[in-house]
């Protein structure tokens, strides 16, 4: 089929002003937010912008009929590549999708279409009292359906989970265009396998997520956030590992690194107490005011015996939002310090967290890298800023070597090579590593049982 | 690759490509495809000076649809100057297509004669009493500008119920107005009311500038920009104090430090003048301005970009409104009204619908006047006022205070 003739097609199901195939366009839906060079643009042939699941039913049959591949796409936002067209064909935004269909008070769930951003959609359930815990460090801008086709993480996940922890259910539309439901509103259900989870993480190779449903639970009424200086990460990671242990679950405990910390500090022309190599950012909530100083008060004494520094409680809003103001600075902090920042997602066991800062910082010295660290000490989950000028060959090829050693280091610790960013285009050399053989063709089984044609989303993963 | 792409390159090698932009810029609200945010035109750029896209007329079309009102760039965790970057590119696009089109190039020879200028402003200032302003296109002028309108929008004072406010001694600084195009041509009665408030303060001149040049960087004419930067330094080599009492005009000038800073002829002379440029909302507050009094009148303030974003003026003119009157700040208060320099003539529709949005932050105040300090965003803010049915006028903040 020529090009023309899909644009017009494909102009029949959508609508003119839908279908965007103009070569400005075109190059505008070739990226996403990975570090995946911009040129060469790997463009779509045109971009079909669908306003309901009927529509992109419609637009799978015809791309099915054809061969045509399909990459689906929300803000592209993503890290890894996952919703660059990386064969051509049709780029499938969902971003028109933006309804929040029921917000279901009695069994406390949200229906929602893919194209809602997280943020808004965490609101509207607030304003109910409902809390969506799941807050990806994008959820400003970024949509649920793709927080879902990625399984997104986030600050709350050491106490709340994961998105996977909250997808009830699923309306996909297959590759063929078939209306496919997964799940529903009862909470325990196990007939059949567990579509739902399949279709969660799946990265838009196994279908398009045209509806999602999702759980909630009641909205913490006190909140509270504390700000922990060590002298150095191993300290702050004890004081992680040891909270837990005694049974005290923040619902986010944020780490830096002395890099981390330090420019972040330069940024926000903030005073650091001499000797400070290492922050942890705390958030705790509850019923009152009273619970929230109980666990401030536990987490102190676990904190002095891990030589904190210093210890701040904020005591209003305006000093909760400071010091949260400091972890969600850190990037455009870190970012400030080279000219290019490769930032990786990766994820281990928690008790292997101080172990892999270490090799990370062996990685480093041996490279000659900076590379500072922060993360998510509470579930395992870090992201290492490699500092570079990729406009230096030599420089740029180190950086490549280094970026393979951390996942190497992930991997030798019982980690993951990834937490929340998925696999995409740029953790594909790793996954055998990650999977083992067996691993990685069962995962191939199931694609090619939904995906025979291999037109969603291919170049993906694998 | 040229050296502008090379600039503007480097300008935007901070977009990791992470979307924030995309909820804040005003084109993207009200037309949501990648080319119309900061995200995109950034990799259009980075496109452009990688290869990996050929300047065409779909190029330019994507790069000259940008406000250059710098919400991107607030909003944005790496604070990437788009708009700085775009202006680069369109002197490139400019440069390679052997000059700008048709219609800038008219603006901008316009603009760039002292004599046009002035013979447009009497030549508006006639139809404006003989009611003959919408016989003008409605590209240059917009065609709500009639007299009858502009009598109703822009009386002054004299429309609050009040007198012109009597002056209070200021500083003996040798101040001089600077009087941008905007102000010249379509709103006289304001750039009258900004003389009488200078004057009030203490001796004011008012030298026969030319225009600022902003027009012409941001479409691709730099050279003729930096001559009239020059013209515009000596003219005000005399003065301490230059005052404007246009955002945009203040904006330009203030950086004009910038472009000379690699000229050894100029560098001194351009940073001693950009050093003493104020918009006039500063210069009133720092001399210490008292409205003679207080009325009953609501206000709201528009912010312009090229003041608030622009010079980080936004504390000022709430003072000074909330010295003359009722204040109360509308929702996205100093998001762009779709002005933009000739961006309402260019792209009329896109123009319309962010200024919908606008006017309704605006009624749900209810303000009887919106209240700005830049003729482009006047010339807007005026259109909504009009289409609003009489519930709220527009004026400039020199009318009102």
Same mark, same amino acid.
């Given at each position: 089929?020529?090009?023309?003739?899909?644009? /017009?097609?494909?102009?029949?199901?959508?609508?003119? /002003?839908?279908?965007?195939?103009?070569?400005?366009?075109?190059?505008?839906?070739?990226?996403?937010?990975?570090?995946?060079?911009?040129?060469?643009?790997?463009?779509?042939?045109?971009?079909?912008?669908?306003?309901?699941?009927?529509?992109?039913?419609?637009?799978?049959?015809?791309?099915?009929?054809? @061969?045509?591949?399909?990459?689906?796409?929300?803000?592209?936002?993503?890290?890894?590549?996952?919703?660059?067209?990386?064969?051509?064909?049709?780029?499938? &935004?969902?971003?028109?999708?933006?309804?929040?269909?029921?917000? /279901?008070?009695?069994?406390?769930?949200?229906?929602?279409?893919?194209?809602?951003?997280?943020?808004?959609?965490?609101?509207?359930? #607030?304003?109910?009292?409902?809390?969506?815990?799941?807050?990806?460090?994008?959820?400003?801008?970024?949509?649920?359906?793709?927080?879902?086709?990625?399984?997104?993480?986030?600050? $709350?996940?050491?106490?709340?989970?994961?998105?996977?922890?909250?997808?009830?259910?699923?309306?996909?539309?297959?590759?063929?265009?078939?209306?496919?439901?997964?799940?529903?509103?009862?909470?325990?259900?196990?007939?059949?396998?567990?579509?739902?989870?399949?279709?969660?993480?799946?990265?838009?190779?196994?279908?398009?997520?045209?509806?999602?449903? !999702?759980?909630?639970?009641?909205?913490?009424? #006190?909140?509270?956030?504390?700000?922990?200086?060590?002298?150095?990460?191993?300290?702050?990671?004890?004081?992680?590992?040891?909270?837990?242990?005694?049974?005290?679950?923040?619902?986010?405990?944020?780490?830096?690194?002395?890099?981390?910390?330090?420019?972040?500090?330069?940024?926000?022309?903030?005073?650091?107490?001499?000797?400070?190599?290492?922050?942890?950012?705390?958030?705790?909530?509850?019923?009152?005011?009273?619970? !929230?100083?109980?666990?401030?008060?536990?987490?102190? @004494?676990?904190?002095?015996?891990?030589?904190?520094?210093?210890?701040?409680? #904020?005591?209003?809003?305006?000093?909760?939002?400071?010091?949260?103001?400091?972890?969600?600075?850190?990037?455009?902090?870190?970012?400030?310090?080279?000219?290019?920042?490769?930032?990786?997602?990766?994820?281990?066991?928690? /008790?292997?967290?101080?172990?892999?800062?270490?090799?990370?910082?062996?990685?480093?010295?041996?490279?000659? !890298?900076?590379?500072?660290?922060? @993360?998510?000490?509470?579930?395992?989950?870090?992201?290492?800023?490699?500092?570079?000028?990729?406009?230096?060959?030599?420089?740029?090829? $180190?950086?490549?070597?280094?970026?393979? &050693?951390?996942?190497?280091?992930?991997?030798?610790?019982?980690?993951?090579?990834?937490?929340?960013?998925?696999?995409?285009?740029?953790?594909?050399?790793?996954?055998?590593?990650?999977? @083992?053989?067996?691993?990685?063709?069962?995962?191939?089984?199931?694609?090619?049982?939904?995906?025979?044609?291999?037109?969603?989303?291919?170049?993906?993963?694998? | 690759?040229?050296?502008?792409?090379? =600039?503007?390159?480097?300008?935007?090698?901070?977009?990791?490509?992470?979307?924030?932009?995309?909820?804040?810029?005003?084109?993207?609200?009200?037309?949501?495809?990648?080319?119309?945010?900061?995200?995109?035109?950034?990799?259009?750029?980075?496109?452009?000076? =990688?290869?990996?896209?050929?300047?065409?007329?779909?190029?330019?079309?994507?790069?000259?649809?940008?406000?250059?009102?710098?919400?991107?760039?607030?909003?944005?965790?790496?604070?990437?100057?788009?708009?700085?970057?775009?202006?680069?590119?369109?002197?490139?696009?400019?440069?390679?297509?052997?000059?700008?089109?048709?219609?800038?190039?008219?603006?901008?020879?316009?603009?760039?004669?002292?004599?046009?200028?002035?013979?447009?402003?009497?030549?508006?200032?006639?139809?404006?009493?003989?009611?003959?302003?919408?016989?003008?296109?409605?590209?240059?002028?917009?065609?709500?500008?009639?007299?009858?309108?502009?009598?109703?929008?822009?009386?002054?004072?004299?429309?609050?119920?009040?007198?012109?406010?009597?002056?209070?001694?200021?500083?003996?600084?040798?101040?001089?107005?600077?009087?941008?195009?905007?102000?010249?041509?379509?709103?006289?009665?304001?750039?009258?009311?900004?003389?009488?408030?200078?004057?009030?303060?203490?001796?004011?001149?008012?030298?026969?500038?030319?225009?600022?040049?902003?027009?012409?960087?941001?479409?691709?004419?730099?050279?003729?920009?930096?001559?009239?930067?020059? =013209?515009?330094?000596?003219?005000?080599?005399?003065?301490?104090?230059?005052?404007?009492?246009?955002?945009?005009?203040?904006?330009?000038?203030?950086?004009?430090?910038?472009?000379?800073?690699?000229?050894?002829?100029?560098?001194?002379?351009?940073?001693?003048?950009?050093?003493?440029?104020?918009?006039?909302?500063?210069?009133?507050?720092?001399?210490?301005?008292?409205?003679?009094?207080?009325? =009953?009148?609501?206000?709201?303030?528009?912010?312009?970009?090229?003041?608030?974003?622009?010079?980080?003026?936004?504390?000022?003119?709430?003072?000074?409104?909330?010295?003359?009157?009722?204040?109360?700040?509308?929702?996205?208060?100093?998001?762009?009204?779709?002005?933009?320099?000739?961006?309402?003539?260019?792209?009329?529709?896109?123009?319309?619908?962010?200024?919908?949005?606008?006017?309704?932050?605006?009624?749900?105040?209810?303000?009887?006047?919106?209240?700005?300090?830049?003729?482009?965003?006047?010339?807007?803010?005026?259109?909504?006022?009009?289409?609003?049915?009489?519930?709220?006028?527009?004026?400039?903040?020199?009318?009102?205070?």
């Amino acid at each position: 089929m020529s090009v023309t003739t899909l644009s /017009d097609e494909l102009r029949l199901i959508v609508g003119r /002003d839908h279908v965007l195939d103009g070569e400005v366009d075109r190059f505008g839906y070739s990226y996403d937010s990975s570090f995946l060079p911009l040129v060469p643009a790997p463009r779509p042939d045109v971009v079909v912008r669908p306003r309901t699941a009927e529509e992109v039913s419609r637009v799978m049959a015809l791309a099915f009929a054809g @061969g045509i591949p399909v990459t689906p796409r929300g803000a592209a936002s993503g890290r890894t590549g996952g919703s660059v067209p990386l064969h051509g064909g049709i780029s499938l &935004a969902l971003d028109r999708m933006t309804d929040i269909l029921e917000v /279901d008070e009695g069994n406390m769930m949200v229906t929602a279409e893919p194209g809602v951003r997280t943020m808004d959609l965490h609101d509207a359930c #607030a304003a109910r009292g409902l809390f969506y815990p799941p807050d990806p460090a994008s959820w400003k801008f970024s949509t649920i359906g793709g927080n879902v086709a990625e399984n997104a993480g986030g600050m $709350r996940a050491v106490k709340y989970g994961v998105t996977r922890d909250y997808v009830m259910g699923l309306q996909v539309v297959l590759a063929d265009g078939t209306l496919l439901e997964t799940g529903g509103k009862a909470i325990k259900n196990v007939t059949g396998y567990d579509l739902t989870g399949l279709f969660t993480g799946s990265e838009g190779t196994l279908g398009v997520i045209t509806r999602v449903l !999702l759980r909630l639970i009641p909205l913490p009424k #006190a909140r509270g956030v504390l700000r922990l200086l060590f002298a150095d990460m191993d300290a702050g990671c004890a004081l992680v590992h040891r909270m837990l242990k005694a049974g005290i679950v923040p619902s986010a405990a944020e780490i830096m690194d002395d890099v981390s910390l330090q420019a972040v500090a330069r940024h926000r022309r903030m005073a650091l107490p001499a000797g400070a190599g290492c922050c942890v950012i705390i958030e705790v909530d509850g019923e009152d005011a009273a619970e !929230l100083e109980a666990q401030c008060g536990r987490i102190r @004494g676990v904190a002095e015996a891990c030589g904190c520094l210093e210890f701040k409680v #904020a005591q209003d809003k305006a000093e909760s939002d400071e010091l949260w103001a400091v972890r969600r600075g850190l990037s455009q902090a870190v970012a400030a310090l080279a000219p290019n920042r490769l930032g990786e997602d990766i994820s281990v066991p928690r /008790d292997a967290f101080p172990e892999v800062v270490r090799r990370i910082g062996a990685i480093a010295k041996r490279f000659d !890298l900076l590379i500072p660290v922060f @993360g998510h000490a509470g579930d395992g989950n870090l992201h290492p800023s490699v500092l570079c000028d990729m406009a230096d060959p030599a420089q740029a090829e $180190r950086v490549h070597r280094a970026v393979d &050693a951390i996942f190497e280091a992930a991997l030798a610790v019982g980690g993951t090579l990834s937490g929340e960013h998925g696999i995409g285009i740029t953790k594909r050399p790793y996954l055998a590593q990650a999977l @083992g053989e067996a691993g990685v063709r069962t995962l191939q089984a199931v694609k090619a049982g939904l995906d025979p044609k291999g037109i969603l989303n291919p170049g993906k993963i694998w | 690759m040229s050296g502008l792409l090379e =600039e503007a390159k480097a300008l935007v090698a901070g977009c990791d490509r992470c979307g924030t932009c995309l909820t804040v810029c005003p084109l993207f609200k009200v037309r949501d495809v990648e080319r119309s945010s900061a995200r995109g035109k950034n990799a259009l750029a980075r496109g452009l000076a =990688e290869g990996g896209l050929e300047p065409g007329p779909e190029v330019r079309g994507a790069v000259e649809f940008c406000l250059l009102c710098r919400a991107c760039t607030d909003a944005c965790p790496n604070k990437v100057p788009t708009d700085e970057a775009m202006v680069r590119v369109r002197q490139h696009l400019t440069d390679r297509a052997g000059g700008p089109t048709v219609t800038y190039r008219l603006v901008g020879a316009a603009l760039r004669s002292r004599a046009a200028v002035g013979l447009g402003a009497l030549a508006l200032g006639a139809l404006r009493r003989l009611g003959l302003l919408r016989l003008l296109p409605s590209a240059l002028v917009p065609k709500e500008f009639p007299r009858k309108a502009f009598l109703a929008a822009f009386a002054g004072p004299a429309a609050l119920g009040g007198e012109a406010p009597a002056a209070t001694p200021g500083a003996h600084a040798r101040v001089a107005y600077f009087q941008g195009c905007g102000m010249k041509l379509m709103f006289p009665d304001a750039a009258e009311a900004t003389l009488k408030l200078l004057g009030g303060l203490g001796e004011v001149s008012a030298p026969d500038n030319p225009c600022c040049g902003l027009p012409h960087l941001a479409h691709g004419m730099k050279g003729t920009f930096l001559e009239l930067a020059r =013209e515009n330094i000596a003219l005000f080599e005399e003065a301490d104090v230059v005052v404007t009492d246009c955002a945009s005009c203040g904006g330009a000038l203030k950086h004009l430090a910038d472009h000379f800073k690699d000229d050894g002829a100029w560098r001194d002379r351009a940073a001693a003048f950009s050093a003493k440029v104020l918009d006039l909302t500063e210069f009133l507050v720092r001399a210490g301005y008292r409205s003679p009094s207080r009325g =009953e009148r609501t206000f709201t303030f528009h912010d312009p970009c090229h003041l608030a974003r622009g010079q980080g003026i936004r504390r000022q003119p709430r003072q000074l409104l909330e010295a003359a009157g009722r204040f109360v700040d509308m929702r996205e208060a100093d998001t762009c009204c779709g002005g933009a320099g000739t961006f309402h003539m260019d792209h009329p529709g896109t123009a319309a619908r962010i200024l919908a949005r606008k006017a309704s932050s605006i009624e749900a105040t209810g303000a009887e006047v919106v209240v700005t300090a830049c003729p482009g965003c006047l010339i807007q803010l005026t259109r909504a006022a009009e289409a609003s049915g009489g519930r709220f006028k527009a004026m400039h903040i020199s009318q009102v205070i």
